[in-house]
């Protein structure tokens, strides 16, 4: 796909399922007693609400200057959470922690059924393919960016979702000094992205492979004018 096609297709379905992700973990954190993120208007789908200047504009534009096109990371603002207001502090942590990724889970899983009405939709009335596609298109794309979203935000590196849940599955001591590295987490990432491609690449495969084996289950459905859309 060329530049703004490929915009015009990902970025609507990466924005709302990041604010989906962050949304997620508003709500989890407030049935497990904090209201921080309602009171501050967190637990809002305005996209306005959950852009931060430097994480979602400034950086990723900053990656993708340096290194030619090739490396981008960014990220929405993350919801704010006072982890003292849990009823539970380690039950609290863990559910808020696994709420952003299971939200992506289920986009996921709800993009199958939607590709496949879709295709219905179209073989019925024919004039709608041209929309179809287009519809289509982005709902693979739902699969596919919610798995690397899921797998991305497992990486047991802090602030990642994944780094809380290893950090309550570890000893109190040991989970002191893990937490200390959380200083240092978004350089670790950068130089991850940056020197590691070939085990992030490692890491995040099961998740393709899983969402390209989701796809295929409504392979039958799907409107010829795709290859051309996603090429």
């Given amino acids: ?24 973990h508003g709500y989890a954190a407030l049935s497990q007693g904090d209201d921080t993120a309602r009171s501050l208007g967190r637990l809002s789908w305005n996209p306005i609400r959950h852009i931060d200047p430097f994480m979602t504009v400034i950086m990723p534009i900053m990656l993708l200057v340096a290194s030619g096109g090739k490396l981008a990371l960014g990220g929405a603002k993350p919801v704010p959470v006072d982890p003292r207001k849990f009823r539970n502090y380690r039950i609290g942590d863990l559910i808020v922690s696994l709420a952003g990724v299971t ?69 109190r001591q040991l989970a002191h000094y893990y937490v200390q590295v959380g200083r240092f987490g978004l ?23 899983i969402g390209a084996t989701m796809i295929g289950w409504v392979r039958g459905s799907l409107l010829p004018g795709l290859p051309a859309l996603l090429t």
Wanted: charged letters at 5%.
């Fill in 103 to 171: 939200a992506n889970l289920i986009i996921a899983f709800l993009c199958i059924p939607l590709i496949w009405a879709v295709g219905a939709i179209a073989r019925a009335v024919p004039a709608l393919e041209p929309s179809a596609v287009i519809l289509q298109a982005m709902f693979m794309l739902g699969v596919q960016l919610n798995w690397l979203l899921i797998a991305f935000n497992l990486i047991p590196i802090p602030p990642l979702d994944g780094s809380h849940v290893v950090q309550q599955l570890l000893p």
């Fill in 187 to 209: 350089l670790i990432l950068i130089a991850l992205l940056v020197f590691g491609e070939g085990l992030l690449s490692a890491w995040l495969r099961p998740a393709l492979a």
């Fill in 1 to 24: 796909m060329d530049t703004l096609q490929s915009i015009l297709l990902v970025a609507p379905v990466l924005l709302f399922s990041v604010i989906a992700h962050e949304v997620a």
